[in-house]
């Protein structure tokens, strides 16, 4: 993938993930910190399966990567969702609004699949 179709994805991406809402999110520093650690490192696993491809490496060492960042996403996933669940949802909870249990619940129906 060119630079320009990788810019262009990630902006298609931003605008995507802020159609549906104006809220900002309150993930603690600490949190966040660790969050990006951890998605950088995906990055670069990311990047190397890209470059495994390129090298026609044998399929299966391929898919265990593939795998392997899978199950990373997947641990970035339930951190934030923690994070969510302890900030963003108690505090709207406080304030009354409701629609974010229904919320919520669609997004961890949507982590199940």
């Known amino acids: 993938m060119a630079q ?8 298609e991406l ?11 999110g309150r993930v603690p520093d600490d949190v ?5 650690k951890r998605m950088n490192r995906i990055e670069g696993q990311v990047r190397g399966i890209k ?6 490496v044998y399929c299966d ?4 990567q593939m795998s392997a960042v899978q199950s ?3 641990a970035v996933s339930r951190l934030l969702l923690d994070s969510h669940m302890k900030t963003c949802v108690i505090e709207r909870l406080k304030e009354e609004d409701t629609e974010v249990v229904d919320e919520f619940l ?3 129906s949507k982590l199940m699949k």
């Open 72 to 74: 990373a996403l997947k």
């Open 4 to 11: 320009h179709d990788e810019v262009k994805l990630i902006e």
């Open 14 to 24: 931003e605008d995507n993930c802020c159609e549906e809402s104006d809220l900002h």
């Open 51 to 56: 470059g495994m491809i390129e090298r026609d």
């Open 32 to 36: 966040k910190e660790s969050l990006l």
């Open 106 to 108: 669609k997004t961890v």
């Open 61 to 64: 060492d391929i898919l265990n």
